[in-house]
């Protein structure tokens, strides 16, 4: 069993296989054989999202993200709309960074930065700046017209 199933497999364990088929619609020897590594019954990336679903349980895609080198963030529940529009405005500040550092490392990939590659280090550099003031200018207008302070009443 690879990696992924792996951590899909102890978690549907410890929520419990009887509990795990009946909200799944399905009878526990066919869930037992789909997480059975040397079983016939193949499991389907269809039934990997359904179970995942089900369980909400990070070590079903914990293995995912880190072959991909990523890390999941949770979202945290009963946040507002400006808590929203802020996360999301931090997300691709986060994504321009990913951007900015991808330029960089394959500028110096043959152990100097020429011309051209210098200035896509600085364009790239400037649209993170530009990410970076989008957030804050959007914090500060909260601020000056009080709606932040509507939001949280």
Do not use: W
């Not at 507002?80 to 960074?97: H, K, M, P, T, V």
């Not at 394959?106 to 590659?117: F, N, V």
């Amino acid at each position: 069993m690879d990696a992924y199933t792996a951590g899909l497999r102890e978690a549907a364990f410890e929520y419990g296989i009887k509990k795990l088929a009946y909200q799944l619609d399905m009878s526990e020897s066919r869930l037992y054989k789909k997480l059975d590594p040397d079983s016939g019954v193949s499991l389907t990336l269809a039934d990997f999202f359904r179970i995942n679903r089900t369980l909400k349980d990070t070590r079903c895609i914990d293995r995912a993200m880190e072959d991909l080198d990523m890390v999941a963030t949770p979202l945290p529940s009963g946040a507002s709309e400006f808590q929203g529009e802020i996360r999301e405005l931090l997300l691709d500040q986060q994504e321009q960074a990913a951007r900015f550092m991808a330029v960089v490392r394959e500028a110096q990939r043959d152990g100097e930065i020429d011309a051209s590659e210098m200035e896509e280090i600085k364009r790239q550099r400037h649209e993170l700046a530009v990410f970076g003031n989008t957030v804050m200018s959007r914090i500060e207008a909260m601020h000056k017209t009080g709606a932040a302070l509507k939001a949280v009443k």
